[in-house]
């Protein structure tokens, strides 16, 4: 047998009607099992019942929601982490000795007039 995928256009009446022969059929000795002829009919089923529906077209956005929600949760773990505190001490240690704004509600905060 091969393994060529074929697209048959059937109605809706016709697929049932194919499904009921695979449900009423009997192999003997054709090599077929009756698991196999429920497999047919199902995805037969499957295919019938498939319509347009749109289903497919929220997989992009969920996806997209799934990545950012692992880019959230790892920002989160770096914010608590040793290294972040070192990172944040390392910070406090390099601005010793430098000047800061007299005003800090001011803005530009980096303006040399301000210092």
């Known amino acids: 047998m091969s393994d060529i995928i074929l697209n048959i ?3 809706e009446i ?16 054709t090599g077929w099992e009756q698991v196999d002829l429920s497999e047919l009919s199902d995805d037969l089923l499957e295919q019938a019942a498939r319509h347009d529906d749109g289903w497919n077209d929220a997989v992009p ?23 972040a505190q070192r990172r944040q001490e390392q910070n406090e240690r390099m601005m010793k000795g430098t000047a800061t704004p007299t005003d800090p509600d001011t803005w530009p905060l980096n303006d040399p007039a301000d210092w």
Do not use: C, M, W, Y
Request: charged share 30%; proline share 2%; aromatic share 4%.
């Open 61 to 83: 956005e969920a996806a997209a929601e799934f990545v950012q929600a692992g880019i959230n949760a790892r920002e989160q773990a770096k914010g608590t982490s040793r290294a």
């Open 9 to 11: 256009k059937l109605t």
């Open 14 to 29: 016709e697929v049932d009607l194919i499904r009921d022969a695979l449900h009423a059929f009997e192999p003997q000795d």
